[in-house]
T-cell receptor, first 115, second 112 residues
């Protein structure tokens, strides 16, 4: 597609349930990033994938969070046993390369609400 | 980590130029200067980036100081649609150094 696609756009889940958030990057973009943004806060880096290299998971806040990227394209962010503090907008971005001379393209995000 | 410093907020009048400053005194030789903006209820949007020379595109201009310790994003004629949070970010070369680390940015308000 022309842009980064994220689904669902909104998700309401009960505390303790697992959720999966999907990101479909721009075709041909080898780098993929996940961020989250809590209400009124800045963007917090979660994880990034580059080609077939091991992902950089340094931003994941706990072991309840995990992410996969299949076939170097679509990525899924999974949150297990959701907590209310997980409520946020989860943003995915992709980039042609990881070098500094390349910009990111962000999706519109998934708004997760844990009740 | 190289970091940037931006004013928390700025105001502008519609159709006037806006100069958004950014300080990055600890920038390294391989860091690119990136600017993104985030409109209300949207994901961030790429605006412009540069290394040493000034850059122009359809959205804005980027003026980079000769010592690269500061830069200025220039919106030539602000419109109401330019009201957003503007982030100045340093992006390193490759691997984790290429991650964009967002600060708090500058909230730009545009008055009609």
């Amino acid at each position: 597609g022309a842009g980064v696609s994220q689904s669902p756009s909104n998700k309401v889940t009960e505390k303790g349930k697992d959720v999966e958030l999907r990101c479909d990057p721009i075709s041909g973009h080898t780098a993929l990033y996940w961020y989250r943004q809590s209400l009124g806060q800045g963007l917090e880096f979660l994880i990034y994938f580059q080609g077939n290299s091991a992902p950089d998971k340094s931003g994941l806040p706990s072991d309840r969070f995990s992410a996969e990227r299949t076939g170097g394209s679509v990525s899924t962010l999974t949150i297990q046993r959701t907590q209310q503090e997980d409520s946020a907008v989860y943003l995915c971005a992709s980039s042609t390369r990881t070098g500094g001379d390349y910009g990111y393209t962000f999706g519109s995000g998934t708004r997760l609400t844990v009740v | 980590d190289a970091k940037t410093t931006q004013p928390n907020s700025m105001e502008s009048n519609e159709e006037e130029p806006v100069h958004l400053p950014c300080n990055h005194s600890t920038i390294s030789g391989t860091d690119y200067i990136h600017w993104y903006r985030q409109l209300p209820s949207q994901g961030p949007e790429y605006v412009i980036h540069g290394l040493t020379s000034n850059v122009n595109n359809r959205m804005a201009s980027l003026a980079i100081a000769e010592d690269r310790k500061s830069s200025t994003l220039i919106l030539h004629r602000a419109t109401l649609r330019d009201a957003a949070v503007y982030y100045c970010i340093l992006r390193g070369y490759g691997g984790s150094q290429g991650n964009l680390i967002f600060g708090k940015g500058t909230k730009l308000s545009v008055k009609p």
